[in-house]
């Protein structure tokens, strides 16, 4: 479904917020911050939204091209799906069966310095790694940003709630924080907010299907003992559950000894949304925190290893699979996809195979279709896929970028999030030397440029 709303502005007012406020709290001090005025202007050549694994992979990228960058993210951490949904895989650095690495660059750094591989490493252990501890993650991408603090600024804490235009640029981007309302005024804007955000707000064309893949929320429970059939166990208390009531959907049951071997690490909700909308956000939240614990209960009452078992936490957020796709100047395909179609302006590599998650309970696996069926050669993602339509100064990149429903079910994933951010962050660095305009990069250059720091398309070479 094409999204009527394409030209829809976020103009968030801080009229109601303030004079709620000054019922409950002393007179305001005079410099206050009045109702939808700005409390700071910051000026920055490029401007980062959101610091997931495209985001950090943009504003590390931009920042070492020399450009000025800030990198704006509503958690108080960046890592996006990997720190806040608690997702510790780096699925789509290698090739499935050689297990031959296909994604260098930012990627295998951040995967090496979590101490997982070397740092030139050509093939990795598994083909979908997973880093050890998702807390040490956070202080990773900390100290890389602090490392690059010259020119590379973040705030956490921050969300992009606005967008302003004149003609086909961005003039300013709103940010709410604990300044107030921040005008952050920059050259280019990179969208890596997974929703796409900015490019929706700023009036570039998208679209968003009326059924999205369901959203995830992943939780830990302590003090499990492994049993033999731990997991048809587990399945079978499930069903129990879901026969009386307790529990709409799940898949899997998704448990797994993956950071301990007496904790269970649990991805095995499955709640139906629309993560675009609000309200219906919220209600998924409170859902995905309720069928969690659902689980556990079930657990609890009907699997023997889980006899002492405690609910260690639920990460923060429940995790979004699927929104807008932005329409670029082109629309990345499946077909593209499974006959490994070569782009000229290649400046990514992807690999997965097109993991479409149902809104519907499936038993053992998370998919109702063979992975096999659907599994890719490694294949070129071209810069135009990053380039929105209609919007001068903006890129996108991640979860947002310029694909078809089937292909972003395989381009969705981590380390191809974070290869498209890296592309993202070079040509946003390299278009603000030229009047901010990223369409006017060559992608062939960017593509020279990126193989010369070691990232870019997977090449036999
Ligand atoms: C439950 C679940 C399980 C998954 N399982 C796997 C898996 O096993 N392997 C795999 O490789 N991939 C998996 N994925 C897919 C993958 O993790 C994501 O698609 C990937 O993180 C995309 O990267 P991104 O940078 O586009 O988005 P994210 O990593 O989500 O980053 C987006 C960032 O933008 C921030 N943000 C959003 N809106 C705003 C705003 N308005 N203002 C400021 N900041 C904002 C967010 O806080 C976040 O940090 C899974 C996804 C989910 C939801």
Redo the contacts with the bound molecule.
């Keep these: 479904m094409k999204n009527p709303p394409q030209t829809r502005r976020q103009f968030f007012s801080t009229t109601t917020a303030v004079a709620a406020a000054s019922a409950v709290l002393p007179a305001r001090p005079v410099n206050a911050v009045q109702g939808g005025s700005h409390s700071k202007t910051i000026k920055t050549d490029v401007l980062v939204?959101?610091?997931?694994?495209?985001?950090?992979?943009a504003a590390l990228a931009a920042a070492r091209r020399g450009a000025k960058v800030l990198l704006?993210?509503?958690?108080p951490f960046?890592?996006?799906?990997?720190?806040?949904?608690g997702?510790p895989?780096?699925?789509?650095i290698a090739h499935i069966t050689t297990r031959r690495v296909v994604v260098r660059g930012i990627a295998l750094e951040l995967l090496s310095k979590s101490g997982v591989c070397a740092p030139d490493a050509q093939t990795v252990a598994k083909h979908?790694p997973t880093i050890p501890n998702t807390f040490e993650f956070k202080l990773l991408l900390d100290r890389l940003f602090q490392e690059h603090s010259q020119n590379l600024s973040v705030l956490f804490n921050?969300?992009?709630?606005g967008v302003q235009t004149q003609g086909d640029r961005i003039t300013s981007v709103t940010?709410a924080n604990k300044d107030g309302m921040v005008s952050i005024q920059p050259k280019v804007v990179i969208d890596?907010?997974?929703?796409g955000?900015?490019a929706a707000w700023a009036g570039a064309p998208y679209e968003q299907n009326a059924e999205v893949?369901p959203?995830?929320?992943?939780f830990r429970i302590g003090n499990v003992h492994s049993e033999p059939n731990l997991s048809a166990l587990c399945r079978a208390a499930l069903l129990a559950a879901q026969e009386r009531g307790e529990l709409p959907f799940y898949y899997g049951p998704g448990v797994m000894f993956l950071f301990a071997k007496n904790e269970v690490y649990v991805?095995g909700?499955r709640v139906p949304a629309n993560p675009t909308n609000a309200a219906d956000l919220s209600r998924a939240e409170m859902q995905g925190r309720a069928d969690a614990h659902a689980m556990f209960r079930a657990w609890k009452k009907d699997v023997p290893g889980f006899s002492e078992a405690y609910f260690q936490e639920a990460y923060p957020?429940?995790?979004?699979?699927?929104s807008r796709r932005i329409l670029g100047e082109h629309v990345l395909t499946e077909d593209d996809l499974m006959t490994s179609r070569r782009f000229d302006d290649a400046v990514a590599t992807g690999c997965?195979y097109l993991?479409l998650h149902p809104n519907k309970t499936t038993l053992n696996g998370?998919n109702d279709f063979d992975p096999k069926k659907v599994q890719p050669e490694p294949y070129d993602i071209p810069y135009r896929s990053l380039l929105p339509q209609k919007v001068a100064n903006l890129l996108v990149?991640?979860?947002?970028?310029s694909a078809t429903r089937g292909a972003h079910a395989s381009t969705?994933?981590?380390?191809?999030?974070?290869a498209?951010?890296e592309a993202a962050g070079v040509a946003g660095a390299l278009s603000c030397k030229k009047g901010g305009v990223p369409q006017e990069i060559s992608g062939l250059k960017l593509r020279e440029i990126l193989s010369g720091v070691g990232a870019g398309p997977f090449t036999d070479a």
């Design positions: 939204c959101g610091g997931g694994c495209a985001g950090t992979a704006v993210e509503k958690a960046a890592g996006g799906i990997i720190t806040s949904v997702l895989y780096f699925d789509g979908n921050s969300f992009v709630c940010v890596c907010t997974g929703d955000d900015v893949q959203l995830t929320l992943h991805h909700v957020w429940i995790g979004v699979r699927e997965w993991d998370a990149a991640g979860r947002c970028h969705r994933v981590t380390v191809t999030a974070m498209m951010g």
